[in-house]
């Protein structure tokens, strides 16, 4: 019945609604992205859509002072600076329940406020803290978020920090990729129309991390690594099977068995990458 952004969301009075926008550009680039993996010629019209969106967009965000969806969903699509995306969204979690246990409780889908945080729109917002440098502040955030449920009792994630929503809530979940791609650092990634595996960690003042991770075609792979110093990581897969190394655009063929890789600290100094 409404574009939905996120509970307890409302747009702006009297203004363009950005945050279900910065969506719309999403979905329409992704769009247009599959239609080029699939071999078919994109449509122009669409073209043509995304250019005109992405332009009404930079133009409504020059010189605003960007409310929490707004400045992480923007950042998203590349229309904002992801450290300043971050500083937005960690001021907005830190003063939300449960990180500020003062603040109000979301206690029904029917109210919109300013001063609320989900789970849900974390896998947006602590993303953007993560790849910003701020791994710390987003460990933090996961043990007062999520702390506070298992604190309540929860053996599963519930809908939002409250008990009287959902108990069990998939949209919660966001804590489980982003701690496998980000700090156990595994992404899966297609080259050349097959898959490959990339690392890239961002630890944080984490010493190491190990996990194991469903890569596709190959099976479960046993990733750990252990910090050398204040720029390199030492990191060990174990996999079941042949595999493919994503090295930006390179692609190298892996045995099965143990493969061990250096990670170099790269030139923004918030993650680690193969050969930095």
């Not at 329409?28 to 250019?51: D, S, V, Y």
């Not at 590349?78 to 500083?87: D, H, M, P, T």
């Not at 502040?137 to 920090?161: I, K, N």
Request: glycine share 8%.
């Amino acid at each position: 019945p409404w574009p939905f952004v996120d509970w307890g969301y409302k747009a702006r009075d009297g203004r363009m609604d950005l945050p279900a926008l910065l969506h719309l550009l999403a979905a329409l680039r992704a769009m247009l992205r599959w239609k080029a993996l699939l071999g078919r010629p994109p449509e122009a019209a669409w073209q043509r859509q995304e250019k005109r969106i992405t332009a009404a967009l930079r133009q409504a965000l020059r010189g605003r002072t960007l409310a929490y969806h707004e400045a992480v969903l923007a950042e998203r699509v590349g229309l904002v600076n992801s450290c300043a995306a971050a500083k937005t969204a960690l001021r907005h979690l830190k003063a939300c329940f449960p990180f500020d246990a003062r603040a109000p409780r979301l206690r029904d889908p029917t109210v919109a406020s300013a001063a609320v945080a989900t789970p849900y729109f974390t896998h947006f917002s602590i993303d953007v803290i993560i790849r910003a440098g701020r791994t710390d502040a987003a460990l933090d955030l996961w043990r007062h978020g999520w702390g506070w449920m298992l604190s309540q009792g929860a053996t599963t994630w519930w809908e939002v920090f409250d008990d009287r929503w959902s108990r069990c809530h998939y949209w919660s979940g966001s804590p489980t990729w982003q701690m496998t791609r980000r700090l156990l650092g595994i992404s899966p990634v297609l080259r050349d129309g097959r898959a490959a595996v990339e690392f890239e960690v961002y630890p944080g003042s984490l010493q190491r991390a190990s996990g194991a991770v469903p890569a596709p075609g190959v099976g479960l792979m046993h990733v750990q690594w252990v910090r050398q110093d204040d720029r390199r990581l030492k990191m060990q897969i174990d996999s079941p099977k042949p595999w493919r190394l994503a090295i930006g655009r390179e692609v190298k063929p892996q045995g099965a068995g143990r493969t061990s890789l250096e990670l170099a600290l790269t030139s923004s100094e918030t993650s680690f990458r193969v050969g930095g």
